[in-house]
């Protein structure tokens, strides 16, 4: 008899333990439901105490998506010339800041290139970073300077490389070989 009743006492004390662990559930009086505890079942016909444990899985704070970088940030980190930052008071497209266009832009002034003005550097000049608020925006100003240049002839040829809202610009004056480079570094740091 003495089994049935330490039984008793060891499932009491369980409960208790579980009861107090629990914290402040949901009693209908304006209490914090509980997310998970430990419950215990009441001892079966044999005298033994039978657990049911119920876990949760914590909830994660949701972290915000990264903002893209600025465009001057992505063309120091690439380290292949000079970086030439636009304002939008110097930007010669006067589109930086408008609505649907970049809202960043700089020139990587590479010694391979030639280069017009380097006061004012063109993308034939090296290379041209551009942020936009959306990879549609991005995409679109590629499509819309690659249809320009596909006659080719006096506007030159350009190498553009698309990462999520960010546009890279390289001067078709520069090898494929060299544009992969360009290609490679900015996808590495863009992203």
Request: aromatic share 4%.
């Amino acid at each position: 008899m003495s089994r049935i009743k330490a039984g008793w006492a060891v499932t009491a004390i369980v409960i208790a333990v579980v009861v107090a662990s629990c914290g402040s559930g949901s009693d209908g009086a304006g209490g914090t439901p509980s997310t998970g505890g430990t419950t215990a079942a009441p001892p079966t016909a044999g005298g033994t105490a039978s657990e049911s444990i119920a876990t949760a899985t914590p909830v994660q704070p949701s972290t915000p998506a990264p903002k893209p970088k600025d465009a001057a940030t992505i063309a120091k980190a690439l380290g292949l010339g000079k970086v030439h930052v636009w304002t939008e008071e110097t930007d010669p497209n006067k589109l930086l800041g408008r609505p649907g266009s970049y809202t960043s832009a700089a020139t990587v002034i590479d010694p391979r290139a030639s280069c017009d003005d380097p006061k004012e550097p063109s993308t034939a000049c090296g290379a041209r970073i551009e942020v936009f608020a959306t990879a549609a925006q991005a995409k679109k100003r590629s499509a819309y300077i690659q249809g320009i240049l596909e006659g080719g002839g006096a506007l030159g040829t350009e190498y553009h490389t698309l990462s999520g809202g960010v546009l890279l610009r390289v001067t078709g004056e520069l090898t494929p070989k060299q544009a992969a480079v360009y290609a490679a570094k900015f996808t590495r740091v863009s992203g």
